[in-house]
């Protein structure tokens, strides 16, 4: 097979035949086997955007120290934003290549590989090996811990695992009408943040909401809104009714509020029907301004009163971009971080760029210590759903 074209069926077979945590293993096998592939390594990103950290496969001849690598400025910073392999000179005489790997928008990691010489047909293969590398750590990542472990830069406290576990799994999501995608740096004392969404035949449903408290109290609070929100909105329940399950859970099981923001956006038409439950306004830019989308704004989630939430409209276009934060992006010592600026200049770039960008600027202002979660969530609305040829 050396030299050949890769056979994709062959390779997902051996990776179902291997370990789940070998999938490494079985993509450098394959590259060894074709190409004579001297070093084989896959780098994860790990949970906030801002490091890298080294994977090598079994048996390879990795001389580099197994510890996170700062992402900002790389040559892995520069594959991962434009989504483009990369090739260099080995300090050996080699070719190093470095691959993304993405599946549908979800930037995992880079595909690392030194070959002794490549042509067009060998890089498009290296190519094709990310790509199915992608798709087979997310199915393996059903079976094993590994690649959990691998996004962890540091020591995750027991409130932080609660808070991880109730994400997405993938922070980042591509489809024809939108690309969205979102990032959580928790605090020194986790405050409670959480996003979420998901994708049906025609919504798309997003969340950000922010539970009060402090550390196992506000993880344990989330855990409770966020699985009232899944449960409603999985019996096909709009906006409204998702925040009136949330508000009764609370209001039963739980002494506490939480603020949210819940979006249904109509994938045929771009309109929005969200409920706000205390949270900050969201920004919007659209044409070169920012600007607050400025809603009207419920009570908490939890909050003992008369009335219910409020439906409201928001009529997205195509080319705008929406910005939904909690307020540890805003507060003490964020509010130091010029958020709209930050949003002008990361406007033509990719959602997961700007949320890096954006999330990386309130480290800063915040000197890396943050005193309350800081949560985004950036949404791209491109335009009508795209129909086959002759549908109408």
């Keep these: 097979m050396e030299g050949g074209d890769l056979e994709l069926g062959e390779l997902l077979a051996a990776a179902e035949a291997a370990p789940p945590g070998e999938s490494v293993d079985v993509v450098a096998r394959d590259l060894q086997k074709r190409f004579g592939a001297e070093r084989v390594s896959f780098l994860f990103v790990d949970l906030i955007g801002q490091r890298l950290v080294r994977l090598a496969a079994a048996g390879a001849d990795v001389t580099e120290v197994a510890e996170p690598i700062a992402l900002r400025g790389s040559v892995y910073d520069g594959v991962l934003r434009d989504q483009r392999q990369h090739v260099e000179p080995d300090d050996q005489g080699g070719r190093r290549v470095i691959t993304p790997v993405t599946n549908r928008g979800d930037c995992l990691g880079v595909l690392e590989v030194t070959l002794q010489s490549v042509d067009d047909t060998v890089l498009r293969q290296v190519r094709d090996a990310a790509h199915a590398l992608a798709y087979i750590i997310v199915t393996d990542g059903r079976f094993t811990d590994l690649y959990h472990l691998g996004r962890r830069t540091t020591e995750t406290s027991l409130a932080a695992e609660i808070q991880h576990q109730l994400l997405p799994s993938a922070p980042c999501c591509e489809a024809a009408q939108f690309t969205l995608a979102a990032g959580l740096v928790p605090a020194d004392d986790i405050g409670g943040d959480t996003y979420d969404y998901t994708l049906d035949r025609d919504t798309l449903h997003v ?34 009714r998702q925040a009136d399950h949330a ?17 249904c956006v109509d994938l045929d038409t771009g309109l929005c029907e969200l409920v706000n439950a205390g949270h900050p306004w969201p920004l919007r830019l659209r044409e070169g301004t920012v ?14 009163a008369p009335g219910s939430f409020r439906l409201q409209q928001l009529q997205l276009r195509p080319g705008d971009r929406l910005i939904l934060l909690t307020d540890g992006m805003l507060e003490r010592g964020a509010a130091a971080a010029d ?45 009508e759903r795209r129909r086959p040829d002759g549908e109408h």
């Design 207 to 240: 969340s950000i909401t922010d539970a009060m408290g402090h550390d196992t109290n506000s993880a344990l609070l989330a855990t409770l809104l966020v699985g009232a929100l899944r449960r409603a909105r999985r019996n096909g329940c709009d906006a409204l």
């Design 247 to 263: 508000h009764r859970a609370l209001l039963s099981h739980s002494r506490g509020l939480a603020t949210g923001q819940l979006l």
């Design 291 to 304: 600007e607050e989308v400025r809603l009207a704004v419920n009570l908490p989630f939890g909050v003992v």
């Design 339 to 383: 958020l709209t600026s930050v949003i002008h200049a990361t406007g033509d770039l990719h959602p997961r760029d700007a949320v890096r960008a954006l999330t990386g600027a309130v480290l800063e202002a915040c000197h890396g210590n943050l005193r309350d979660d800081a949560t985004v969530l950036v949404l791209d609305w491109h335009g």
